[in-house]
């Protein structure tokens, strides 16, 4: 890149979540542009196979088995990561999970495997590479939230209340740390269309509702998400912290009224 102030080459770069989607997107923009890629997930044969697809792509990641849901395998992943790197200049805590039922449907089950995944997974990650982070004095750590932080829909309650509480982690965390020289931001998709939302969004009915509701007019994918991600751990964003930034095609600019314009 000719201007460095937007370069993350040579940074060493952790990603929850990295074998798919957006977390996938993410790790293959920054391995292009230079950084050196860590990615973890829960399942072993999805990292193997995306560090071999990466690898045949001529890129080169390194894969970590991590259920995000076990404080002693979130340790473990740190330990391995900053052994193999030495230091963890960027943290991205893109693992998430969700279960669409009506409130009152909601299992104890349900709360538990969606808050430990996406909230206390993500706070004990930050906290554990935190302190690495804390030691070198710099970092950059990027939590992916949701649009359901402007507005929760309906169907996905735990959810929300998961990436609310992500977007208040952030916060905290911005404040906290700033002292130590360590920035923290969340980057909050909209309607992304992958492997995992693809069969809700081949219904007809969603798509007419997007397209009225989305001033850009379409999905996102997860290559849309590259470029925040690439912004937030740059020093394109040294004077950023405890921000969220929208990256919804304008979903959470507004709404379109169905009513004629004079």
């Given at each position: 890149?000719?201007?460095?102030?937007?370069?993350?080459?040579?940074?060493?770069?952790?990603i929850?979540?990295?074998?798919?989607?957006?977390?996938?997107?993410?790790?293959?923009?920054?391995?292009?542009?230079?950084?050196?890629v860590?990615?973890?997930?829960?399942?072993?044969?999805?990292?193997?196979?995306?560090?071999?697809?990466?690898?045949?792509?001529?890129?080169?990641?390194?894969?970590?088995?991590?259920?995000?849901?076990?404080?002693?395998?979130?340790?473990?992943?740190?330990?391995?990561?900053?052994?193999?790197?030495?230091?963890?200049?960027?943290?991205?805590n893109?693992?998430?999970?969700?279960?669409?039922?009506?409130?009152?449907?909601?299992?104890?089950?349900?709360?538990?495997?969606?808050?430990?995944?996406?909230?206390?997974g993500?706070?004990?990650?930050?906290?554990?590479?935190?302190?690495?982070?804390?030691?070198?004095?710099?970092?950059?750590?990027?939590?992916?939230?949701?649009?359901?932080?402007?507005?929760?829909?309906?169907?996905?309650?735990?959810?929300?209340?998961?990436?609310?509480g992500?977007?208040?982690?952030?916060?905290?965390?911005?404040?906290?740390?700033?002292?130590?020289?360590?920035?923290?931001?969340?980057?909050?998709?909209?309607?992304?269309?992958?492997?995992?939302?693809?069969?809700?969004?081949?219904?007809?009915v969603?798509?007419?509702?997007?397209?009225?509701?989305?001033?850009?007019?379409?999905?996102?994918?997860?290559d849309?998400?590259?470029?925040?991600?690439?912004?937030?751990?740059?020093?394109?964003?040294?004077?950023?912290?405890?921000?969220?930034?929208?990256?919804?095609?304008?979903?959470?600019?507004?709404?379109?009224?169905?009513?004629?314009?004079?």
């Amino acid at each position: 890149m000719s201007d460095q102030l937007f370069s993350i080459a040579q940074q060493n770069v952790l990603i929850t979540g990295g074998s798919r989607g957006i977390g996938r997107a993410i790790a293959q923009g920054f391995a292009e542009r230079g950084a050196n890629v860590a990615i973890c997930s829960v399942n072993p044969e999805s990292v193997k196979a995306t560090v071999e697809q990466f690898a045949s792509a001529g890129l080169t990641i390194h894969g970590f088995t991590c259920d995000v849901q076990k404080p002693t395998e979130i340790q473990s992943c740190a330990q391995h990561a900053i052994e193999h790197f030495g230091q963890i200049h960027s943290l991205i805590n893109v693992a998430g999970v969700n279960r669409r039922k009506r409130a009152e449907q909601v299992s104890e089950d349900d709360y538990d495997f969606i808050l430990d995944t996406n909230l206390k997974g993500a706070f004990l990650m930050c906290q554990t590479i935190g302190r690495h982070m804390i030691e070198h004095k710099s970092g950059t750590i990027i939590n992916v939230e949701s649009l359901n932080t402007w507005m929760p829909l309906k169907g996905v309650l735990p959810y929300a209340i998961s990436k609310f509480g992500m977007q208040g982690m952030t916060r905290g965390l911005a404040m906290e740390w700033a002292r130590h020289g360590i920035r923290v931001n969340s980057l909050a998709p909209g309607f992304i269309l992958t492997d995992l939302t693809e069969k809700l969004w081949s219904d007809p009915v969603m798509q007419e509702w997007n397209s009225a509701n989305c001033p850009m007019g379409r999905l996102g994918t997860p290559d849309d998400m590259v470029g925040t991600a690439v912004f937030l751990a740059s020093k394109a964003s040294a004077f950023m912290t405890g921000q969220t930034l929208y990256v919804d095609g304008g979903c959470s600019s507004g709404w379109n009224w169905p009513i004629p314009l004079q």
